[in-house]
């Protein structure tokens, strides 16, 4: 229950503080536009998605590397 009476407080505060400065939700979805931050999202997924297939990549080489120095040792 006290967490979302702090919950509420917060949104409480934050909502003030945006009518005081004349936020709508129009200038916010505008600001999203203007600074391209969809884009820049998309762009910084796509990084992530490629560096998990290049971190899938170097485990399935560390495991033939490791696989051909066992059966050189041999």
């Given at each position: 229950?006290?967490?979302?009476?702090?919950?509420?407080?917060?949104?409480?505060?934050?909502?003030?503080?945006?009518?005081?400065?004349?936020?709508?939700?129009?200038?916010v979805?505008?600001?999203?536009?203007?600074?391209?931050?969809?884009?820049?999202?998309?762009?910084?997924?796509?990084?992530?998605?490629?560096?998990?297939?290049?971190?899938?990549?170097?485990?399935?080489?560390?495991?033939?590397i490791?696989?051909?120095?066992?059966?050189?040792?041999?």
């Amino acid at each position: 229950m006290i967490k979302r009476i702090i919950f509420v407080c917060i949104v409480v505060v934050i909502a003030y503080y945006a009518g005081t400065q004349g936020l709508t939700p129009g200038n916010v979805f505008d600001w999203f536009a203007d600074n391209d931050i969809f884009q820049t999202l998309k762009e910084k997924i796509n990084e992530i998605f490629n560096l998990a297939e290049e971190q899938q990549v170097d485990e399935k080489a560390g495991k033939i590397i490791g696989d051909l120095k066992e059966k050189v040792s041999s």
